[in-house]
């Protein structure tokens, strides 16, 4: 569906510019097309590392998952003080098998080690019995690397796992299920996300989309800003498909988004830091749980 979206998009021959798309599988399967019409496609919320370089038309605004995992595995390390992870994703979702391999990779150059794998894809999944599995292989930590089809089976595991061992997760646990369903067990989660919303207090942002939709917004919005934020800018600098890509490639480019200076590498990529999250008691939300940024990290 999403090449369909595409090809209709491209040969549009008015259409400028993408901002889209969502989960790294349909950007990766949107980009072939993309690519070959030469229109600039700037996705807010696809973080697999296959995006990398995919082609000099994609771009994005929200770190890969090597940030993320990098975050999380020295977190593991260094503050949790903890060598050995059980690692929980879906084999199916390049987003999730992404950051599972990222992490690993992180995790072993670090000098930890991920003891056992357990993917959400096998039809004979259980989470109880993945959670002793984990237990007898000496697992200390539990890594949720689950994508959005899959939040529900990472849920199961967080309420199996009852706060027994520490769990740390990738941006897409950043969800209001997570704090409604997870609750008190997922108590003390961290997750490596984007952007938060309180990270920043002095931010336009903040204040300015507070106002507009009389709520506090995700990562996911504020990344959706910033890509709208350097399509425009690309759009003032030459009206056409060439000169867009042009101008987001210009090693001069800059634009002034919710999470800062938006400026992109050769790969495409936004280099920028991610921000840890954990779930606490709290009323910002009518679940009784909040995501609360961690500081001095």
Known sequence: MASQIASALANNSEVLGVIGHFSSDATLAASKIYQQKQLVAISPTSTSVQLSGVGNNIFRTVPSDRFAANAISRYMLTKLQKQKAAVFFNSAS????SLKSEFTTALYGDGGQVVSEFDFAKGNFNAA???KSAIAQGAEVIV??????TLDQALQVVQVNAKRLQLLAGDDAYTAKTLQIGGAAATDMVLAVPWHILADPQSNFRQTSKQLWNAEVSWRTALAYDATIALIA?????PTRTGIQQALSASDFSANGASGPIRFLPSGDRNRAVQLVTVKPGNRTSYGYDFVPISGL
């Open 234 to 238: 690309g759009l003032g600098r030459n």
């Open 144 to 149: 949720l690397a689950a994508n959005t089809a």
């Open 129 to 131: 019995e993945s959670f």
């Open 94 to 97: 390049n987003y999730s098998k």
